[in-house]
């Protein structure tokens, strides 16, 4: 059985900084992408940032580039998101989820139809104050 557990997320002002943690428990493929999602009240799902360790890719959102930081530590099976300079526009449930077949860490980002074939964490809330 996998799972991803994310944790970190909570209530900062604008500015401020957040490091968000997804633990993986269970098999997982080191070689699969895995990465950060979001999703806004009334907004669809988007990938802000994927990596994948295997060909050395990591991919980001045009809204975080600049701003957030993927990290990937296989030995403790955890996946970071540092995220700098938070905005008001960054609030959102932030997800956690890897593939269950190879894609680059672009395509594992962007390819919104095979959203429903990952594996997904439930979620940890941030929230930026302007």
């Known amino acids: 059985q996998v799972q991803l557990v994310e944790s970190g997320g909570g209530l900062v002002q604008s500015g401020e900084s957040l490091r968000l943690s997804c633990v993986e428990h269970?098999?997982?493929?080191?070689?699969?992408?895995i990465g950060w999602f979001r999703q806004a009240p009334g907004k669809e799902r988007e990938g802000i940032s994927c990596?994948?360790?295997?060909?050395?890719?990591?991919y980001y959102a045009d809204s975080v580039k600049g701003r957030f930081t993927i990290s990937r530590d296989d030995a403790k099976k955890t996946v970071y998101l540092q995220m700098n300079n938070l905005k008001a526009e960054d609030t959102a449930v932030y997800y956690c989820?890897?593939?269950?077949?190879?894609?680059?860490?672009?395509?594992?980002?962007?390819?919104?139809?095979?959203?429903?074939?990952?594996?997904w964490g439930k979620g940890t809330l941030v929230t930026v104050s302007s």
């Open positions: 989820a890897t593939d269950q077949q190879w894609f680059s860490a672009q395509e594992s980002c962007t390819k919104t139809a095979h959203y429903d074939n990952k594996f």
């Open positions: 269970g098999y997982l493929l080191d070689y699969y992408a």
């Open positions: 990596i994948n360790t295997n060909d050395e890719s990591t």
